[in-house]
Structure formats: structure tokens, C-alpha cells
């Protein structure tokens, strides 16, 4: 089986729409978490989120940048946000300008939770109150999940395989998982993957507020919701963006003298077949897909030195996926780190994965741990486990291991290690 490995990384937050400006802010343990400024939330449960910061914004985002002026009226800002971090990806890699031999071994697996939620609330009052015939051209090709992929292929010129993930909070290491796959088996060379999400409008507020899911305790002090592992949590903060690594072959990647961040050594999926919301009472699941990625990954369970945990801050997921992991490492528990940085930038659903990826690479680059925030109370059965509350923490990162869960009972784990 060919060894897949990562060269290029991209990234839009709530903390930074770059790389260097999100990971420098997470270790500093800011948080992106606000009041909604997308629409007057004031009637709403839950009025917060973290939201992708406007282009003057001191760590803001500008859409100009990479993704042209025509497809930003025509698509939903999820699109939007795949395309520049895949190019950041690409332009990080070194490989914005590769043959057409090189291209149609290069392709793209970048998906989402959710898609164009916005833009189909949007087109939906067109319809009712306007009529079907002023319901927008690019209403359906601005909403597909795969169009991320779509553009970014159709932008670079990329003929390999052009894939989407749909596994809702997995979706992000689904994607990559896939992705290295693909590569592993002679389908491609070069794959982007990662996730992207936009849902932070109003339906997307009120159907997961209505759900129960989201953190509504906090209106007054938005920066405390996102609490993962603490007594005080209520739910997850939603957030926005997307992460995309750039997975090349290694042998090809040696031969052009790449820099290289990590290899992709184990990937696990499972299903919980319990509940279309709740996770499984045991974690079987998540117990299951991480010990599928472990043993794919041929390391030791002492050989993990951090995980990224899916760790959302509500009140029975922190707590299963805690169980799961205590499950499989045992005594190795003692010698890791494990930490959520959805307590900075909230969840970013279909993106989390993919986003928390690379965070675990740059961790091993860095030999540096982010840290959970808000965790001043920890709950029951955290003794032992090393959170690494409110601040980073130096210590040594050789391999990594981060969970995605979602909807559904789906769940993914990624094991990395340094090469």
C-alpha cells in the first residue's frame, strides 16, 4: 500500500483565515466566539456563534483574495470558504502549477454537514413571495455540497477524482480518511481534502437551538459557552470555516523535494445504529473507530501522544467519547494530552475534522498542545486525563489522534504521525 502524506495545509476560522494567524491565536488561547452579527438573533435562544470575522477585521477573512468576485454572488459561503483554503492548501504545497500529466493525477475530496443552508432559506422566500420564476439561476449549483470540489477542480485545472463527503460532523475527517485512500490506492497522486461549513443564518440557528444541541446559557458572555469537559456546559457553540490539507503520495512528494508535515498512518469508521441524534450509550462507536484507525495505523496505544477529541461541550457526548477513550488506552491515558479547540472556534460541523486535523499536525510540527478553554469545573471522570485547561502545553508530539462524531452515529478517527 503507497504511504500518504501531507504538504500542504489551509485554513479559514473564526480565530484567522490563514494557517499561521488561527494557530497563533488558538495557542494563545483567544476565543472566536461572539454575539451574531449575521442577523438580529435578539429573539432567539441562543444569540451567539462563532462567526468568520469581515475582511477588516484585525484576523479577518477576504473572499477576493482567492475566490473570483462572479462566483461569490452565485454561491453560499461555505463554497466559498473551500475554495480559499484549498488554494491556501495548494499554494502551501507548492503545486499551483503542475503539468497536465500532474493534474489529472490530482483531485479534490472536500465536503460538508450541511451545504448551502442559507441560500436555500434564502431562495425559498423568493419562491413564496416573488414567484418560481425569480428564483435564482445558480440556485442549485450554488448549494451542492460537492461544488467546493467542482470549483476548486474547475479553478486549478485538477482531472482526478472529484469527491464530497456527507456524514455530517465527520464529514472533515471522512474527507481526508477518503481521500488518503484514494491516494493508497493508485486513484490519484494529489488529493485536497478537508470540509467547509456556513450555517450560521437563522433556520440553521433556530433548527439546531430547537434540537436542544446548541449552548444557550451564555448570551451575556459568549466566550464562556463553548466548554467542553466542564460541569457548566450546555451545548456546543457553532461555528464556520473550513480546513483543507493538500495528501500527496510520498515518493512523489521526496522526488520534488516537498516539504512534508506528517504521514496518515490509520483511519477508522464506524456507526453507531442507535439514535439519529444521540451518540451511543457506551460509545461503542466512538470506541470502535478509534481503535480501527489504531490498529491501521500499526502504533502502540502508547505511541499517541495528543489527541484532538470531538469534545462539542454538550452535557452526554464529552462524557461518552471521555468513556471511549479511556476504554481503549487504559494506563496510556496517563502519557497523553487530549484536548477539544471547539472551546475557541466552536463546532464547525462538516468542517471540524478537517480543521482539528490540522491543528494535531501543526501540534507535532510545534511540539505544542492548544488547550481546552473554559474548563474551570471539570465533570466527573476527568481525573487523570490531562485537558490541558486554558493554557497550551509544550511537550513532545510524535503522533496524533483526532475523533469526529456525528449525526447519525457516524464516526471517524485519523491517526498522524511525524515523518
Not at 110 to 117: E, K, V
Not at 119 to 129: F, R, Y
Request: aromatic residues 6%; charged residues 20%; glycine residues 14%.
Amino acid at each position: 500500500m503507497r504511504r500518504v502524506v501531507v504538504t500542504g495545509l489551509g485554513l479559514v476560522t473564526p480565530l484567522g483565515a490563514d494557517v499561521e494567524t488561527a494557530w497563533a491565536n488558538i495557542l494563545a488561547a483567544k476565543s472566536g466566539a461572539g454575539i451574531i452579527t449575521r442577523f438580529d438573533a435578539t429573539d432567539y435562544v441562543c444569540r451567539y456563534a462563532c462567526e468568520v470575522k469581515p475582511a477588516d477585521h484585525a484576523y479577518g477573512f477576504d473572499p477576493g483574495k482567492r475566490v473570483d468576485h462572479k462566483v461569490q454572488r452565485q454561491v453560499d459561503p461555505f463554497i466559498i470558504f473551500g475554495i480559499d483554503a484549498a488554494g491556501q492548501a495548494l499554494e502551501d504545497a507548492g503545486l499551483t502549477d503542475m503539468t497536465e500529466e500532474q493534474r489529472l493525477r490530482a483531485g479534490c475530496s472536500i465536503g460538508s454537514g450541511i451545504g448551502g443552508l442559507p441560500g436555500i432559506a434564502s431562495e425559498s422566500i423568493v419562491l413564496h413571495e416573488k414567484g418560481p420564476r425569480r428564483v435564482s439561476p445558480h440556485f442549485v449549483h450554488g448549494r451542492l455540497i460537492n461544488l467546493i470540489s467542482g470549483q476548486v477542480q474547475i479553478k486549478y485545472g485538477l482531472m482526478g477524482p472529484n469527491h464530497a463527503v456527507v456524514t455530517a460532523c465527520s464529514t472533515g475527517a471522512h474527507s481526508i480518511g477518503d481521500a488518503a485512500r484514494m491516494i493508497m490506492l493508485d486513484d490519484a497522486d494529489v488529493m485536497l481534502a478537508g470540509g467547509a461549513e456556513g450555517a450560521i443564518c437563522p433556520i440553521g440557528i433556530a433548527g439546531f437551538a430547537q434540537a436542544r444541541a446548541l449552548s444557550t446559557n451564555f448570551n451575556d458572555c459568549p466566550e464562556k459557552g463553548s466548554r467542553p469537559y466542564d460541569k457548566g456546559r450546555d451545548g456546543f457553540v457553532m461555528g464556520e470555516g473550513a480546513g483543507v490539507v493538500c495528501l500527496e503520495e510520498y515518493e512523489h512528494a521526496k522526488a520534488r523535494g516537498a516539504k512534508i508535515y506528517a504521514e496518515i498512518v490509520g483511519y477508522g469508521m464506524s456507526g453507531d445504529a442507535y439514535h439519529v441524534t444521540a451518540p451511543h450509550p457506551e460509545g461503542a462507536g466512538a470506541f470502535r473507530s478509534m481503535q480501527l484507525a489504531m490498529k491501521r495505523s500499526g502504533l502502540a496505544l502508547g505511541d499517541i501522544d495528543y489527541i484532538n477529541a470531538h469534545g462539542t461541550s454538550t452535557p452526554l457526548g464529552d462524557e461518552l467519547e471521555l468513556g471511549a477513550v479511556r476504554r481503549l488506552f487504559g494506563n496510556a491515558i496517563g502519557t497523553l494530552s487530549m484536548s477539544s479547540t471547539k472551546s475557541a472556534i466552536g463546532h464547525l460541523l462538516g468542517g471540524a475534522g478537517a480543521v482539528e486535523s490540522i491543528f494535531c499536525i501543526l501540534a507535532m510540527r510545534d511540539q505544542i498542545v492548544p488547550p481546552t478553554l473554559n474548563l474551570d469545573d471539570p465533570s466527573d471522570g476527568c481525573e487523570g486525563v490531562d485537558l490541558v485547561p486554558h493554557v497550551a502545553k509544550e511537550r513532545v508530539v510524535k503522533a496524533v489522534l483526532n475523533n469526529s462524531f456525528g449525526f447519525g452515529g457516524t464516526n471517524a478517527s485519523l491517526v498522524m504521525k511525524a515523518v
